[in-house]
């Protein structure tokens, strides 16, 4: 069962290409940040017609977020080319992916009607929109909590990593790399001793390979956590800046009631 900040997980049942939502234009589209870490979200397909400027934390949260799309995309284009060609596929590997997916779509909707909601209740206001430092989007929380620990978005695969393909490609974030010549043929007219050694040496580079994502996992678990804690410390910093200036301003008003006070009084 999905958790209160998640979405149900899509089940496709069978493969069919989806995911997609058409010509999307300017929307969704995240400008660049500025001097406070704060991007430009574009909410329609014009760009300009409706827009928002996120906090450092949301502007974050929604770069990984839209990357993941992106990536899933291209993934989507691999797979079906390894479909046509009937080489190396995986179709449960391949549905697996398809909903992902879309489930990644799903959330980038959601936190974009999420974050027009906020503007139509006043609690982003605007025009121009600027998100306050105190909202946060929650339900993507869990996101990026996954998405920091290398834990699959899955349900179904939220399981001890293996060495699959796709929880391979999807968890160490490589980029997508054209799908290899078939050298099955080749392979059958070598010699035994010689593929026992390729057997050997791919164990040796297998277990290497998943060294390496380990140490990545957790240089990335702790990068997460450091990133986290100098949010909040940023955030109680602002928080008692504004206080003390609210403070300097009223100790300013009351200074000037009392000057004007015995001003009056001294003409009088």
Known sequence: MATPDDLPWPELGNVSRGATRGNQGQKGVLGPPDSEGRCVLQLRVQPGVLAVRLNRKASDWYRILDGEVNRALKLTKTYWRKARRRQDYDARADQDHMELHEWLQQLKDKTMSHLELLMQKGDIQGP?????????????????????????????????????????????????????????????????????????????????????????????????????????VERQARHALVIEEKRRDEISEFIKSILMLKRSTHIS
């Open 128 to 232: 121009p929109y600027i998100m306050p430092d105190d909202i946060e989007i929650t339900f993507l929380r869990k996101f990026i909590e996954r998405q920091a620990n290398g834990i699959p978005h899955n349900p179904r695969l939220r399981n001890p990593i293996d060495d699959h393909t796709y929880l391979r490609d999807h968890l160490t974030g490589d980029s997508i790399t054209p799908e290899p010549p078939d050298t099955s043929y080749t392979d059958h007219q070598r010699p035994m001793h010689d593929r026992l050694s390729d057997g050997s040496t791919n164990s040796s580079s297998l277990q290497t390979a998943r060294n390496a994502l380990s140490r990545a996992q957790k240089d990335t678990q702790d990068a997460f956590m450091r990133y986290t804690t100098c949010l909040d």
